[in-house]
């Protein structure tokens, strides 16, 4: 008997009788609050801007991030933008200043926004071994809590998907909170409505 | 009474001798406690509604878990992974020792598991020579030191930002004498970022696994599993067969209690939901038993495994706070460590469930509702009923056992242990006596209750 039939046999005879699984509990139906999203995001480490629909997104990250030399963006509309040339070893990255991404799922009450394979076109460490972290949310993607963040997420196909609420970071030296652990060392959220 | 293999109690001794440490100590982690009552209580309601969920769906789940382990494996395998099982820690670090000589790695990075600290997997990787570096900062600094992590989720609690500038001095070079957090993680952040960069080979623990779907995720402040992961060529995943949960959607319920359990925090930074490897890359999952199996068929002590490692009950336990995590010599440390470690070693484990004043915090903060302070008296039980218990306590118990089931006696005991106190007051002032180590005797009253009841309250009667 190989160790999986083993286990498998142990833990047959091992599990008590059945204990029903509990329903989920509804979720809620509207919006997530813009104003808790920028509290939590803050609460975080994070930081939350706004911009107008028809505003140059280029230009606006341009100027919050003026030393920025390497960036790579995944909105194919902006420069830097992960069009030609395929992608990039994720190795190559080492020295990426600026990743600007975009996705359509926040979540209000911690402040997280959802980015799959799909928003990293394919580069899964894009949102971490950049030092600066830019993702473009619409006002209206923002749900109340994860019950609902997942019940949109639903049986999606991701091969890689990841929460990310804010920036890296760490406590770990006496409880004092460093921003930029291994991961980046800043996050913003640009959240685009028609004001 | 402190008897000899009171393993525990020694070593709480030996942590304690520092006061202000012990303090400092203590306040941390009840500081960190009072983090995670805010974040709870902002909840309302809905987060004893969610502990309820939470318990629900981890007990249904032991309660099927043969079926959801086979349900998991299949879905990971359609994904591209490979699924490998283990039955203990042996076979568990000869599978992760085998999987990189077959790719011929001989350095990886490694993100927290508690799993593979139980299994002792770096000793072995070392010796079988293949260099692991721990990435999460509070890991990378015990491990430079030659410790073990005191905490599951906090490493170095223990640790003063002086000593961990002076250990960066000697190991990254730091400057003499910088004790600056910014400083000293920036550092850090330069050294092992040339370790994922450069290494090939990346081991992760798992939060949560995901029967439905084959999914893994893993939660991270710092993002070092994934900094890990992605630049890797082999991902090897180890988790314990229990942390499993049914389908993607309980995951809502369990990233919602985890962080705010463990910190505070709403939600840790990173919750990674692997579910295929990259292309070009191996995701190799080992599902571990190593006496999971043996609990699941204890009634008593089977919902110790919904455990899902947040050290919520270490931050408040009174007994933790002043005796520190290297006192429960095991890997898992604190209140659930110790209803986890005895099923692994009766022997060497004895005396963690003495561990503690059963005052049931741990129990209460609990976001999957284990009931941690009646096992640990259950554990007493069982542990004393083997032979576990150490033998003055054995003696100590049936003759105090004897005495209150003896009323005649018991008033002739107390009598005279009464005059011997006020005659011979060093039969008790001494240092053999462990209620004389840190409070003073009570002065012997002149008569028991039942002498005075008996002279001023009670008619003369039949006594």
Same mark, same amino acid.
């Given at each position: 008997m190989n160790s999986r039939e083993k286990i498998l046999q142990q833990v047959g005879q091992a599990q008590p009788p059945l204990v029903p699984l509990p329903?989920?509990?509804?979720?809620?139906?509207?919006?997530?609050?813009?104003?808790?999203?920028?509290?939590?995001? /803050?609460?975080?480490?994070?930081?939350?801007?706004?911009?107008?629909?028809?505003?140059?997104?280029?230009?606006?990250?341009?100027?919050?991030?003026? /030393?920025?030399?390497?960036?790579?963006?995944?909105?194919?509309?902006?420069?830097?933008?992960?069009?030609?040339?395929?992608?990039?070893?994720?190795?190559?990255?080492?020295?990426?200043?600026?990743?600007?991404?975009?996705?359509?799922?926040?979540?209000?009450?911690?402040?997280?926004?959802?980015?799959? /394979? /799909?928003?990293?076109?394919?580069?899964?460490?894009?949102?971490?071994?950049?030092?600066?972290?830019?993702?473009?949310?619409?006002?209206?993607?923002?749900?109340?809590?994860?019950?609902?963040? #997942?019940?949109?997420?639903?049986?999606?196909? #991701?091969?890689?998907?990841?929460?990310?609420?804010?920036?890296?970071?760490?406590?770990?030296?006496e409880q004092s909170l460093v921003l930029g652990a291994h991961g980046p060392k800043s996050m913003t959220v640009i959240l685009q409505s028609s004001s | 009474m402190l008897a000899k293999g009171d393993k525990h109690a020694e070593l709480a001794d030996i942590f304690n001798r520092d006061e202000k440490r012990v303090e400092w100590h203590d306040e941390t982690l009840w500081w960190i406690r009072q983090k995670r009552d805010k974040a709870a209580w902002s909840l309302g309601e809905n987060w004893e509604q969610l502990r309820e969920q939470a318990s629900q769906i981890k007990s249904h789940t032991l309660s099927r878990l043969a079926g959801y382990l086979q349900d998991f494996e299949a879905s990971a395998i359609a994904n591209g992974a490979t699924v490998h099982w283990a039955a203990n820690a042996e076979e568990?670090?000869?599978?992760?020792?085998?999987?990189?000589?077959?790719?011929?790695?001989?350095?990886?990075v490694k993100s927290k598991s508690m799993l593979t600290e139980e299994c002792h997997l770096n000793?072995?990787?070392? %010796?079988?020579?293949?260099?692991?570096?721990?990435?999460?900062?509070?890991?990378?600094?015990?491990?430079? %030191? =030659?410790?073990?992590?005191?905490?599951?989720?906090l490493p170095c609690i223990h640790w003063k930002k002086e000593e961990i500038g002076e250990l960066f001095h000697k190991h990254l070079a730091t400057p003499e004498g910088n004790a600056d957090p910014s400083l000293l993680t920036q550092a850090a952040r330069v050294h092992l970022r040339d370790k994922f960069l450069t290494r090939r080979g990346a081991i992760t623990g798992v939060n949560f696994a995901i029967a439905e779907t084959g999914e893994l995720v893993v939660c991270t402040n710092e993002g070092n599993a994934d900094m890990g992961a992605h630049l890797s060529d082999v991902h090897i995943a180890c988790m314990g067969i229990e942390k499993l949960i049914p389908r993607r959607k309980d995951l809502a319920v369990f990233l919602?209690?985890?962080?705010?359990?463990?910190? =505070?925090?709403?939600?840790?930074?990173?919750?990674? !939901? *692997?579910?295929?490897?990259?292309?070009?890359?191996?995701? !190799?999952?080992?599902?571990?038993?190593?006496?999971?199996s043996r609990q699941l068929a204890k009634e008593d002590f089977r919902s110790s495994l919904k455990c899902i490692r947040c050290g919520a009950c270490f931050n408040t336990c009174p007994v933790y706070r002043r005796s520190g995590g290297h006192s429960y010599h095991t890997a898992v440390a604190g209140p659930i460590g110790s209803i986890l470690s005895p099923n692994l070693d009766m022997k060497d484990y004895a005396d963690l469930p003495f561990a503690s004043t059963l005052c049931g915090s741990c129990s209460n903060v609990c976001p999957v509702k284990i009931d941690i302070h009646e096992q640990l008296y259950k554990w007493r039980q069982v542990l004393t009923r083997e032979g576990h218990s150490? %033998?003055?306590?054995?003696?100590? @118990?049936?003759? @105090?056992? *004897?005495?209150?089931?003896?009323? +005649? *006696? *018991?008033?002739?005991? +107390?009598?005279?242990?009464?005059?011997?106190?006020?005659?011979?007051?060093? @039969?008790? &002032?001494?240092?053999?006596?462990?209620?004389? &180590?840190?409070?003073? @005797?009570?002065?012997?009253?002149?008569?028991?209750?039942?002498?005075?009841?008996?002279?001023?309250?009670?008619?003369?009667?039949?006594?």
């Open positions: 329903d989920t509990p509804a979720a809620q139906t509207g919006k997530g609050s813009i104003e808790e999203f920028e509290k939590m995001l /803050q609460a975080v480490g994070g930081r939350m801007l706004l911009a107008d629909r028809n505003e140059d997104l280029g230009k606006k990250i341009a100027s919050l991030f003026p /030393q920025a030399k390497r960036k790579l963006s995944t909105i194919l509309s902006l420069p830097d933008s992960l069009g030609e040339g395929g992608i990039p070893d994720p190795h190559s990255l080492e020295d990426l200043d600026l990743a600007i991404l975009s996705t359509s799922l926040a979540v209000a009450e911690n402040g997280a926004v959802w980015i799959t /394979q /799909q928003e990293t076109a394919g580069l899964r460490v894009l949102p971490f071994i950049a030092i600066h972290l830019v993702v473009v949310l619409d006002a209206n993607d923002i749900v109340p809590t994860m019950l609902e963040a #997942y019940e949109q997420i639903g049986s999606d196909n #991701y091969p890689f998907g990841v929460f990310i609420a804010g920036p890296s970071k760490t406590a770990d030296i | 568990h670090n000869e599978i992760v020792r085998s999987i990189l000589a077959k790719h011929s790695i001989s350095q990886i000793d072995f990787l070392m %010796a079988n020579g293949i260099d692991v570096i721990d990435t999460d900062l509070g890991e990378r600094i015990v491990q430079l %030191a =030659g410790e073990a992590p005191s905490h599951i989720v919602r209690l985890l962080a705010r359990s463990a910190t =505070g925090q709403p939600v840790t930074t990173y919750s990674s !939901h *692997f579910r295929r490897p990259q292309p070009g890359q191996e995701l !190799h999952i080992i599902l571990v038993d190593n006496g999971r150490p %033998a003055s306590k054995t003696v100590a @118990m049936k003759a @105090m056992a *004897f005495t209150l089931s003896k009323p +005649g *006696f *018991f008033s002739l005991a +107390g009598a005279w242990a009464r005059r011997l106190m006020r005659w011979l007051p060093v @039969m008790v &002032k001494n240092k053999r006596n462990p209620w004389y &180590k840190q409070r003073d @005797m009570p002065e012997a009253p002149r008569q028991s209750f039942t002498e005075w009841y008996r002279k001023n309250r009670s008619t003369p009667k039949t006594n």
